[in-house]
C-alpha cells in the first residue's frame, strides 16, 4: 500500500488508565498497530463479540447509490466493500487488489480485482458490478443526489449522463473481463482512490437489485452484502442489526460477532444507557463533559469539520453592509472563538483561523495544512474597532443592523446568542438580529441567498483541500454568498487542472487560494468540530475516519476483561 | 317571676302592609361582582394565591429593572455559578452559597482527591475536601466529598448571582424574571384571545344548533386537522420571529378547546326550563346567550382559562424545544426550562428556579381560578 | 341515530377532504425541498430531480395527482427515507404510540376522576386542596422534566425500570406515567368543579334526603353528571396522546409517530406530512363524533340534532 501522509486522525485526549486497562494477552490477528478507540491494541479479544452502539437517528438508506448522510455512509461502508476502505484515515485494501494502474496522463485507471470476493448470496463480485453501480449511481432514474455531486466532473460523461444528455451506457468506466475496472476521468483527479471507498461508488449485484426491484435496500432481507458485516434486522425507527458476514473475503481478519444499534436521539438518554451498561459508546453533551472527564472512556475526537460565518454581499439584489471588505473583518475578528470552544462548545472543538482543517491534509513531509497556511483572522478586538470604524466611515453610517440564520439546535441556539453579544458589545452601532429555522428551510435560505451572515459547516467528501476550496468559486455550487475573486477561482482551478499531477504545486495553490479568501475576508472561520464520547474500554480497535464511515469495525474486537478492570 | 321584662307595646304594633310597600327592598342589592368579590375576600387560600400572582408579576417586572445585570450581558468566566443568595448563603443546606459538592470515589483518599483537582482544574486553593470514607485500597472503596468555591477560583468572591449563571455566563435572576414576564404575557394574551373567541364560537353554535352548529363544527375539525407545526414555521418565517408570531401560531388554534368544552355545557343547559322561560319571555338571542347561558358555564370557561395558560407557555417551550422559540437573547420560562432540562443530571439549579416559578404561577392560577369560579357561580349555596 | 351518524360520517369525509387541501396546500409553502443533499447539487441538477419526483408541477397537479393516490390508499414514498411507503412508516410509528397513549390515558383518568372526586366530596377542605396541589403541579411541571427525573432516579439509580427503548411492557412504565401525569391533573381539576356544581343540585339533596348514602349519591347520581364536560376535554387529550408526543418519545427511544411527525415536517418529506397529518385528522374527526354521540347517551336532554 502506497504510504499516504495525508490523513491523521487527531486523538486528543487519551486516558492512561486505557493502557493499563489491556489486558497481556497475545494480539491474536487483525489490530495490526492503528490506533483504535484509543488504545495502542495490545489487548485480544475475549468475552462475547458484540457490541452496543446507538445512532442519533434511524439510517435514512441503506441504498449505497442513494444514501447522503452520515448514519447511512457508516453502515453501507459495513456492509459493502469498494475498491478500497478507508482505516485510520489511510487507505487500506477493498475488492482491488493494490494499487492501481494510471496511465501517463492520469486519466486512464485500471484496478485489479480479487477473484475470490463474493457477495452474500454466493455470487462472484465481478467489475461488472461495479460497472452497474457506478452506472446506477448517475442515472437519472435512481434520482441519487450524490451520484452527480461526486461523480460529476470526475468520471468521464458522467454529467451528462446525469441530466439526460447522454446514455448510462457512455459512462467512463468499463470491466475488462471479470476482474479489471478500467475508468477514464474527465480530468486528472489526485484524490481518486480516497473517493473509491465512498459509499456512491461501491459494487452493487445486478441481479439481486433488479430482482428486489422498489425493495431493493428497504429491509434486512431485501439487502445484499459484500462487506466485513451484514445486516440481519431492522426495526424501523427503534434499531438495526448486523452480524459478521461469513462470506466476505476476509472475514478471517473480522472478530466481531455483531453490532447492535440503537436509535437514540437524546444525549441524557445515551449517557443514562452507558452508566447502566446497555451500551457501549455514546456522544456527550457539552453539560455533561465536566461532570464525565474522569470516567475511564471519555474520549474526545477532532473532526475534519470547519464551521465559519458565510458573509453574503449581495442579498435580493442589493448589497448588503458585508460587501465591505471592513464590515467583514470586523466581524471575523470580533468574536472571541477561543471562549466559544472552551466554554459554549466544550466538547473538544477548537477554533480554527482558516478554511482547511487541521489534521485533514498534509504535504509529501507530514506538515499539515493548517500548520502551513497559519492563522488568519485571528480575534483581536482592536483590529475589529479598528476596521470597523473605517466600515462605517466608508458607508456613511453610525448604525448597522444584520441578521444571523443559523439552525435549529440547542448548540446553534446558544452559539447565536454568544455571537449576537460579542458582536454588539464589540462593534458599537452594530445591531445584530437572528433567525433559527430547520435545517431544510436554511437550505433554501442559503439557495437563494435570502440572509445576510449564516452559522455553516462543512464536512469533507474526500480527502484534498478541494473538497472545501470549491466552495467559495465564484459559481461554486455553495458559494451562495456572491464572493468573487478572480485571483482565489485562478489557484483552486489551477491546482485541480494544470498542477493535477504536482503535488509540491497543488500544496502551494490551496496555500494560495486559502490566504486570498483569508484576507478577503469572505468568511469568517470560527472552530474545528470536536465530539466528546464515553466510549467503553471494551472497544478495540475501532478506527476513525473523517470522510466516509466516521467509524471502521472490521478490524475491531471486544476486550470484555479491560471493561472490567476499568471498573 | 318577679323581674318580668316589661316590653314596649309599641314594638308589637302591626305593619301596615300595602301593595306598594312590598314591592320595596329593604336591604341593598348586591351585584353578581360585589357579591363575588364579598366571598373571594373571605377565602385566605385565594387570597394569598392572589398575593403570590401579584408579587410574581410585580417582582417580573421590576426585579429585571432593579438588578446590577441584564438579561444578555455574558461573561464567559461566569459560566455556570451556582446561586448565591446574601445572608441565605450561610445556611449551608439550602444550597444557596454558590458552592458546588461533589463526591469523589478512588482506591484511596489520594487518587480521589486526583480525581476533583482534575474535574476543577487543579484550583486546589478553593476545593475543601472532607473525607467521608478512607477506603481499603479496593477500587472506589474510598469517598471524598469535595466542595469547590467556583465564585472564589473565578475570582468573584463579592459577587451574588441569586439564582446562579447559566452556560454564558448571564445573570439568571435577571433572566428567570424577564422570561417569567414574557412568558406571562404570550400566555396571558393568548388565552384572553382563546377565551373571547371560543366562547362566542362554541356558544353560538350550540345555541342555534341544527345546521349551524354542524357547520361550524366541522370548520372547527379542519381548523385543529391542519398540523399546527406546519402553520408555525410558516408563521415564523413570514412574520418578524418573535412574541406575536407565537401568540398568533398560539391561538390559530388554541381557541377550539374553549370552544368545544362551552359548546357541549350550552348544549346541557339549553333544554333546561330557564332557558325556555327566558325564550317564552321574549328575550333576544343575544340576551340569552350572553346572561343566562354563559354565566351558568362561567366555572367551566375559568377553569378552562386556567388550563390554557400553562399549555401557552409549554407550547412555547416546545417551540423552543425544536429551536423554533423566541428569536435571541429573548429568555421565557419554555426557553430556560429547555436549557435547564439539557443540565439536569449536570447542574440541576438552572432548572429549579424557573420550574419552580412556573409551577408557582399555575398554582396560583388554579386556586384564584376555582375561589373565581365558586365565587361566580349563582348556584353555589354561600354561608 | 343512524340517520344521523350516517350523516356525520358524510360531513367526516369532507372534512378530512378540506384538511387534506389546505394542508396540502400550506405545506407546499414551507420553503425548501425534501432533497437530503440539496445544498451539494448544482441548480441544473437539482430541477432534474426535483422534475423526476414531479415537484415542479404546479400544486394543483401535485395534488391531483396526491388525491388520485391517496383514493387507491397510495400515500406515496417518503423522501427522508428512501423509497419506503408511507403506509409502512406510519404501521411502524402509530402501534407504539397509541399502545403509549392508551395506557397513560386509561391510567390518567382512573386516577384523575378519583383524586377529583376526593377533592369535590371534601371541597375546600384539606384533601381538595391537596389535591389541587398534585393536580396543578402535574399540569404545570412539563411531562419530560418529570420524565427526566425518573430516568435518572428510577432507572440508572434504583435499576428497577429500563432506561429506555421499547422491548415490551416493562419498558412501556416510564413513559405512560410520565405521560399520564397530564390526563390525570385534567381529569382531577374537570371532575372536581362539575361534581360540586353537581351535587349542590335539588336532585341530589333529594336524593341525600331520601336517607341514600354518600357514596351511593356520588357514584349513582352525581359522576353520571359530571361527565359531559370531561368527555369533552378527554377527546382531544386522547388524541394528543394516541397521536405521540415528540419529548417523551424522544426522552425513552420509543419509535413513536410524534417524532416522525416533527421530522417529517423539519425535512419537508411531503408525503410523510400529509400522511400523519390525515392519520391524525381522522382520529380526531372520529373521536369529535363519538363524544358527540356520547353526549346524548349520558345525557338525553342533549339534543345535537335539533333546532334551539
Given at each position: 500500500m502506497r504510504k499516504k501522509n495525508w490523513l491523521l486522525v487527531a486523538l486528543v485526549l487519551v486516558l492512561s488508565s486505557f493502557l493499563a486497562a489491556c489486558s497481556s494477552g497475545s494480539d491474536s490477528s487483525g489490530g495490526d498497530g492503528g490506533s483504535g478507540s484509543g488504545d495502542s491494541a495490545s489487548g485480544s479479544a475475549n468475552g462475547e463479540q458484540v457490541f452496543n452502539l446507538t445512532e442519533a437517528s434511524d439510517i435514512p438508506s441503506m441504498d449505497p447509490q442513494v444514501s447522503t448522510d452520515t448514519a447511512g455512509s457508516q453502515w453501507i461502508s459495513e456492509t459493502y466493500e469498494g475498491l478500497y476502505r478507508m482505516k485510520d484515515g489511510e487507505i487500506s485494501e477493498g475488492i482491488a487488489k493494490g494499487e492501481p494502474e494510471v496511465s501517463e496522463d492520469a486519466l486512464t485507471w485500471t484496478f485489479n480485482l480479487r477473484d475470490n470476493a463474493k457477495w452474500s448470496n454466493g455470487d462472484p463480485v465481478t467489475a461488472h458490478d461495479f460497472v452497474y453501480g457506478w452506472q446506477r449511481a448517475v442515472d437519472p432514474e435512481t434520482k441519487s443526489e450524490y451520484g452527480p455531486y461526486m461523480m460529476g466532473g470526475v468520471i468521464k460523461n458522467a454529467e451528462a449522463i446525469a441530466t439526460g444528455e447522454k446514455d448510462v451506457s457512455e459512462l467512463g468506466v468499463k470491466a475488462d473481463g471479470d476482474y479489471k475496472l478500467?475508468?477514464?476521468?474527465?480530468?486528472?483527479?489526485?484524490?481518486?482512490?480516497?473517493?473509491?471507498?465512498?459509499?456512491?461508488?461501491?459494487?452493487?449485484?445486478?441481479?439481486?437489485?433488479?430482482?428486489?426491484?422498489?425493495?431493493?435496500?428497504?429491509?434486512?432481507?431485501?439487502?445484499?452484502?459484500?462487506?466485513?458485516?451484514?445486516?440481519?434486522?431492522?426495526?424501523?425507527?427503534?434499531?438495526?442489526?448486523?452480524?459478521?458476514?461469513?462470506d466476505y473475503w476476509d472475514a478471517e481478519t473480522v472478530q466481531l460477532e455483531e453490532i447492535n444499534v440503537q436509535v437514540v436521539k437524546d444525549l441524557a438518554t445515551g449517557v443514562n444507557l452507558y452508566d447502566t451498561g446497555e451500551i457501549d459508546r455514546t456522544p456527550l453533551s457539552s453539560e455533561f463533559?465536566?461532570?464525565?472527564?474522569?470516567?475511564?472512556?471519555?474520549?474526545?475526537?477532532?473532526?475534519?469539520?470547519?464551521?465559519?460565518?458565510?458573509?453574503?454581499?449581495?442579498?435580493?439584489?442589493?448589497?448588503?453592509?458585508?460587501?465591505?471588505?471592513?464590515?467583514?473583518?470586523?466581524?471575523?475578528?470580533?468574536?472571541?472563538?477561543?471562549?466559544?470552544?472552551?466554554?459554549?462548545?466544550?466538547?473538544?472543538?477548537?477554533?480554527?483561523?482558516?478554511?482547511?482543517?487541521?489534521?485533514?491534509?498534509?504535504?509529501?513531509?507530514?506538515?499539515?495544512?493548517?500548520?502551513?497556511?497559519?492563522?488568519?483572522?485571528?480575534?483581536?478586538?482592536?483590529?475589529?474597532k479598528e476596521s470597523w470604524e473605517k466600515a462605517k466611515e466608508e458607508l456613511g453610517t453610525e448604525e448597522v443592523t444584520v441578521e444571523i440564520l443559523t439552525g435549529d439546535t440547542t448548540t446553534s441556539t446558544q452559539m447565536v446568542d454568544y455571537f449576537q453579544e460579542q458582536l454588539e458589545s464589540n462593534l458599537e452601532g452594530l445591531t445584530v438580529k437572528t433567525l433559527k429555522v430547520?435545517?431544510?428551510?436554511?437550505?433554501?435560505?442559503?439557495?437563494?441567498?435570502?440572509?445576510?451572515?449564516?452559522v455553516a459547516g462543512w464536512n469533507p467528501d474526500y480527502v484534498d483541500p478541494y473538497t472545501f476550496l470549491s466552495l467559495f468559486e465564484t459559481d461554486g455550487e455553495n458559494n451562495h454568498m456572491n464572493y468573487s475573486s478572480e485571483a482565489y477561482d485562478t489557484a483552486v482551478e489551477r491546482s485541480v487542472n494544470e498542477n493535477a499531477l504536482d503535488p509540491e504545486a497543488r500544496w502551494n495553490d490551496a496555500l494560495e487560494a486559502e490566504k486570498i479568501l483569508m484576507e478577503d475576508a469572505a468568511i469568517a472561520p470560527i472552530y474545528q468540530d470536536g465530539r466528546s464520547y464515553l466510549i467503553s474500554p471494551k472497544l478495540k480497535n475501532v478506527y476513525k475516519n473523517q470522510t466516509g464511515a466516521r467509524w471502521e469495525f472490521k478490524w475491531a474486537y471486544a476486550d470484555n476483561a479491560a471493561a472490567e478492570n476499568a471498573q | 317571676m318577679e323581674n318580668k321584662k316589661q316590653f314596649d307595646q309599641d314594638l308589637f304594633k302591626r305593619v301596615d302592609r300595602t301593595n306598594e310597600q312590598s314591592d320595596n327592598i329593604v336591604r341593598e342589592s348586591r351585584t353578581l361582582l360585589q357579591d363575588a368579590f364579598?366571598?373571594?375576600?373571605?377565602?385566605?387560600?385565594?387570597?394569598?394565591?392572589?398575593?403570590?400572582?401579584?408579587?410574581?408579576?410585580?417582582?417580573?417586572?421590576?426585579?429585571?429593572?432593579?438588578?446590577?445585570?441584564?438579561?444578555?450581558?455574558?461573561?464567559?468566566?461566569?459560566?455556570?455559578?451556582?446561586?448565591?443568595?446574601?445572608?441565605?448563603?450561610?445556611?449551608?443546606?439550602?444550597?444557596?452559597?454558590?458552592?458546588?459538592?461533589?463526591?469523589?470515589?478512588?482506591?484511596?483518599?489520594?487518587?480521589?482527591?486526583?480525581?476533583?483537582?482534575?474535574?476543577?482544574?487543579?484550583?486546589?486553593?478553593?476545593?475543601?475536601?472532607?473525607?467521608?470514607?478512607?477506603?481499603?485500597?479496593?477500587?472506589?472503596?474510598?469517598?471524598?466529598?469535595?466542595?469547590?468555591?467556583?465564585?472564589?477560583?473565578?475570582?468573584?468572591?463579592?459577587?451574588?448571582?441569586?439564582?446562579?449563571?447559566?452556560?454564558?455566563?448571564?445573570?439568571?435572576?435577571?433572566?428567570?424574571?424577564?422570561?417569567?414576564?414574557?412568558?406571562?404575557?404570550?400566555?396571558?394574551?393568548?388565552?384572553?384571545?382563546?377565551?373571547?373567541?371560543?366562547?362566542?364560537?362554541?356558544?353560538?353554535?350550540?345555541?342555534?344548533?341544527?345546521?349551524?352548529?354542524?357547520?361550524?363544527?366541522?370548520?372547527?375539525?379542519?381548523?385543529?386537522?391542519?398540523p399546527n407545526l406546519v402553520v408555525v414555521i410558516l408563521m415564523i418565517l413570514i412574520l418578524e420571529p418573535g412574541l406575536w408570531a407565537i401568540i398568533i401560531a398560539l391561538t390559530i388554534t388554541g381557541w377550539t378547546s374553549m370552544a368545544r368544552i362551552v359548546r357541549g355545557e350550552i348544549l346541557k343547559l339549553?333544554?333546561?326550563?330557564?332557558?325556555?322561560?327566558?325564550?317564552?319571555?321574549?328575550?333576544?338571542?343575544?340576551?340569552?346567550?350572553?346572561?343566562?347561558?354563559?354565566?351558568?358555564?362561567?366555572?367551566?370557561?375559568?377553569?378552562?382559562?386556567?388550563?390554557?395558560?400553562?399549555?401557552?407557555?409549554?407550547?412555547?417551550?416546545?417551540?423552543?424545544?425544536?429551536?423554533?422559540?423566541?428569536?435571541?437573547?429573548?429568555?421565557?420560562?419554555?426557553?430556560?426550562?429547555?436549557?435547564?432540562?439539557?443540565?439536569?443530571?449536570?447542574?440541576?439549579?438552572?432548572?429549579?428556579?424557573?420550574?419552580?416559578?412556573?409551577?408557582?404561577?399555575?398554582?396560583?392560577?388554579?386556586?384564584?381560578?376555582?375561589?373565581?369560579?365558586?365565587?361566580?357561580?349563582?348556584?353555589?349555596?354561600?354561608? | 341515530m343512524a340517520r344521523y351518524i350516517g350523516q356525520r360520517l358524510i360531513y367526516m369525509v369532507i372534512t378530512l377532504f378540506l384538511i387534506a387541501t389546505i394542508s396540502f396546500i400550506l405545506m407546499k409553502f414551507l420553503p425548501g425541498t425534501p432533497l437530503s443533499a440539496a445544498d451539494k447539487l448544482s441548480p441544473e441538477q437539482r430541477e432534474i430531480i426535483l422534475e423526476s419526483y414531479g415537484l415542479n408541477d404546479p400544486i394543483p397537479v401535485q395534488y391531483g395527482k396526491y388525491l388520485v393516490g391517496l383514493v387507491q390508499g397510495d400515500l406515496g414514498i417518503s423522501f427522508q427515507f428512501d423509497n419506503r411507503p408511507v403506509t409502512s412508516i406510519l404501521g411502524e410509528g402509530i402501534p407504539a404510540?397509541?399502545?403509549?397513549?392508551?395506557?397513560?390515558?386509561?391510567?390518567?383518568?382512573?386516577?384523575?376522576?378519583?383524586?377529583?372526586?376526593?377533592?369535590?366530596?371534601?371541597?375546600?377542605?384539606?384533601?381538595?386542596?391537596?389535591?389541587?396541589?398534585?393536580?396543578?403541579?402535574?399540569?404545570?411541571?412539563?411531562?419530560?422534566?418529570?420524565?427526566?427525573?425518573?430516568?435518572?432516579?428510577?432507572?440508572?439509580?434504583?435499576?428497577?425500570?429500563?432506561?429506555?427503548?421499547?422491548?415490551?411492557?416493562?419498558?412501556?412504565?416510564?413513559?405512560?406515567?410520565?405521560?399520564?401525569?397530564?390526563?390525570?391533573?385534567?381529569?382531577?381539576?374537570?371532575?372536581?368543579?362539575?361534581?360540586?356544581?353537581?351535587?349542590?343540585?335539588?336532585?341530589?339533596?333529594?336524593?341525600?334526603?331520601?336517607?341514600?348514602?354518600?357514596?351511593?349519591?356520588?357514584?349513582?347520581?352525581?359522576?353520571?353528571n359530571a361527565l359531559i364536560p370531561l368527555i369533552t376535554v378527554l377527546g382531544p387529550l386522547a388524541v394528543s396522546l394516541l397521536t405521540g408526543t415528540l419529548v417523551i418519545e424522544q426522552i425513552f427511544s420509543v419509535p413513536g409517530i410524534g417524532q416522525q411527525f416533527v421530522s417529517s415536517v423539519v425535512t419537508n418529506d411531503f408525503p410523510v406530512i400529509m400522511g400523519t397529518t390525515l392519520f391524525f385528522a381522522v382520529v380526531f374527526i372520529a373521536m369529535i363524533l363519538i363524544i358527540d354521540i356520547l353526549y346524548g347517551i349520558i345525557d338525553p336532554?342533549?339534543?345535537?340534532?335539533?333546532?334551539?
Open positions: 478500467v475508468v477514464e476521468l474527465e480530468k486528472p483527479v489526485p484524490y481518486f482512490e480516497s473517493l473509491t471507498a465512498f459509499t456512491t461508488f461501491f459494487p452493487v449485484n445486478q441481479k439481486f437489485v433488479e430482482e428486489q426491484g422498489d425493495k431493493f435496500a428497504l429491509e434486512a432481507d431485501t439487502m445484499i452484502s459484500n462487506g466485513p458485516f451484514k445486516m440481519s434486522e431492522w426495526n424501523h425507527g427503534s434499531s438495526f442489526k448486523f452480524v459478521k458476514n461469513e463533559v465536566n461532570q464525565k472527564i474522569n470516567d475511564p472512556g471519555f474520549a474526545t475526537y477532532l473532526e475534519a469539520g470547519p464551521w465559519y460565518l458565510k458573509l453574503n454581499q449581495k442579498r435580493n439584489g442589493e448589497d448588503t453592509p458585508l460587501a465591505n471588505i471592513n464590515v467583514r473583518k470586523a466581524i471575523a475578528q470580533a468574536i472571541d472563538k477561543k471562549g466559544l470552544v472552551d466554554v459554549v462548545l466544550n466538547n473538544g472543538s477548537t477554533e480554527i483561523n482558516g478554511l482547511i482543517p487541521e489534521g485533514f491534509y498534509s504535504n509529501e513531509d507530514g506538515q499539515d495544512f493548517r500548520e502551513a497556511s497559519g492563522d488568519y483572522l485571528t480575534y483581536d478586538v482592536e483590529a475589529a430547520p435545517f431544510q428551510q436554511r437550505l433554501e435560505l442559503d439557495t437563494a441567498e435570502d440572509y445576510d451572515i449564516e | 364579598r366571598s373571594l375576600r373571605k377565602n385566605v387560600f385565594v387570597m394569598i394565591a392572589a398575593v403570590v400572582l401579584l408579587v410574581i408579576v410585580l417582582m417580573s417586572i421590576f426585579a429585571p429593572i432593579f438588578s446590577d445585570y441584564t438579561t444578555r450581558e455574558q461573561d464567559l468566566n461566569k459560566s455556570l455559578l451556582g446561586p448565591r443568595i446574601p445572608v441565605l448563603e450561610n445556611i449551608s443546606w439550602l444550597g444557596l452559597d454558590g458552592m458546588e459538592t461533589k463526591t469523589f470515589n478512588g482506591n484511596n483518599v489520594e487518587t480521589a482527591k486526583q480525581k476533583a483537582l482534575l474535574q476543577y482544574k487543579n484550583n486546589e486553593d478553593f476545593i475543601s475536601f472532607d473525607v467521608v470514607s478512607e477506603g481499603n485500597g479496593t477500587p472506589n472503596s474510598a469517598k471524598v466529598e469535595a466542595t469547590y468555591d467556583k465564585y472564589a477560583a473565578s475570582g468573584f468572591e463579592n459577587e451574588y448571582f441569586y439564582f446562579g449563571t447559566d452556560r454564558l455566563g448571564r445573570d439568571l435572576w435577571t433572566r428567570t424574571w424577564d422570561g417569567t414576564r414574557v412568558s406571562l404575557l404570550i400566555a396571558v394574551v393568548a388565552a384572553l384571545i382563546d377565551l373571547v373567541i371560543g366562547v362566542l364560537y362554541g356558544g353560538i353554535a350550540a345555541y342555534y344548533g341544527g345546521k349551524v352548529d354542524n357547520m361550524m363544527m366541522r370548520f372547527l375539525e379542519i381548523v385543529i386537522g391542519i339549553k333544554g333546561q326550563e330557564f332557558v325556555l322561560a327566558a325564550r317564552t319571555l321574549g328575550a333576544p338571542d343575544k340576551r340569552i346567550i350572553l346572561r343566562h347561558l354563559i354565566p351558568n358555564v362561567m366555572g367551566l370557561i375559568i377553569v378552562n382559562t386556567m388550563f390554557s395558560i400553562p399549555s401557552a407557555i409549554f407550547f412555547e417551550s416546545f417551540l423552543s424545544f425544536i429551536g423554533l422559540g423566541l428569536p435571541s437573547p429573548a429568555a421565557s420560562l419554555g426557553t430556560l426550562i429547555n436549557d435547564g432540562f439539557a443540565a439536569l443530571q449536570t447542574t440541576p439549579s438552572i432548572l429549579v428556579f424557573p420550574a419552580v416559578l412556573i409551577s408557582l404561577i399555575m398554582i396560583g392560577f388554579n386556586i384564584l381560578g376555582d375561589g373565581v369560579r365558586d365565587a361566580f357561580d349563582p348556584r353555589l349555596n354561600k354561608k | 404510540s397509541a399502545k403509549l397513549g392508551i395506557q397513560a390515558l386509561l391510567l390518567g383518568t382512573i386516577l384523575g376522576v378519583a383524586l377529583g372526586l376526593l377533592s369535590a366530596v371534601y371541597h375546600n377542605g384539606f384533601t381538595d386542596y391537596a389535591s389541587t396541589v398534585i393536580a396543578v403541579l402535574g399540569t404545570s411541571i412539563p411531562s419530560f422534566i418529570f420524565a427526566g427525573i425518573m430516568q435518572y432516579f428510577i432507572a440508572v439509580k434504583l435499576g428497577w425500570l429500563p432506561v429506555a427503548f421499547w422491548n415490551g411492557f416493562e419498558y412501556t412504565i416510564l413513559p405512560t406515567i410520565a405521560l399520564a401525569i397530564f390526563p390525570l391533573a385534567t381529569c382531577a381539576r374537570f371532575v372536581r368543579t362539575e361534581m360540586i356544581e353537581v351535587l349542590n343540585q335539588d336532585y341530589i339533596t333529594t336524593a341525600r334526603a331520601k336517607g341514600l348514602s354518600g357514596t351511593t349519591v356520588v357514584f349513582k347520581h352525581g359522576i353520571r336532554r342533549i339534543r345535537i340534532s335539533g333546532g334551539k
